[in-house]
């Protein structure tokens, strides 16, 4: 899952960035809105984090702004701890709000729920055929056995569960789990898709000739 990290505090958006990683988001992080803004026109994301406190421009004009452009879930990271701040970025169009200082456990929990909401959907459990997906405990379990997965290979899975029976571009693949400063080389995804139908079963990933590949949820 591809994340837009808005935030200029290098400390702060580094530890984030790091953070969020080793959860198995892509992260692309900016410093400012104009940048931001500019990404999201070309770039293909899940869930945005925006501090309000940026150096160019008001987080709530870019609030505006991206919710011009958007309907991807926002969640409004922040010092601004007074209850008019708070009824004003959600009635802009945040999704969520999470005050600084703030538990990273929280902060993941609440990008989980605002990413489910926006897909209809009320478990945390991803459930598509035998396949069963944990967000929150990040475990992957096949016929009911836990199956280890690396970070990009969990990534991949998840996204194409996500969009279970519906073909994903590889270029679009490719930007959900590679960053603007990733180096991706032309076989990446092929070679991600190899080690989990080895992991899974070769039936559940599909290969879609000229176009890219789909999760089947009647594989067996």
Known sequence: MRLLLIEDDPLLGDGIKTALEREGYTVDWFKNGHESISA???????????????????????????????????LILTARDAIEDRIRGLDAGADDYVLKPFDLHELLARLRVITRRSEGRASQALTVGKLCIDEAQHCVHW??????????????????ARHADRVLSRPRLESLLYGWEDEVESNAVEVHIHHLRKKLTKHLIIN???????????AT
Do not use: C, N, W
């Not at 879609?208 to 009647?218: F, K, M, P, Q, W």
């Open 40 to 74: 999201i026109s070309s770039e293909a994301f899940s869930v945005i984090v925006l501090d309000l406190g940026l150096p160019d421009m008001d987080g709530m004009q870019v609030l505006h702004l991206l919710r011009k452009q958007s309907t991807l879930p926002i």
């Open 143 to 160: 016929h009911g056995e836990e199956v280890k997965l690396g970070r990009r290979e969990y990534a991949l899975l998840l996204e194409l």
């Open 208 to 218: 879609v000739r000229g176009i890219g590949y789909r999760l089947d949820s009647s």
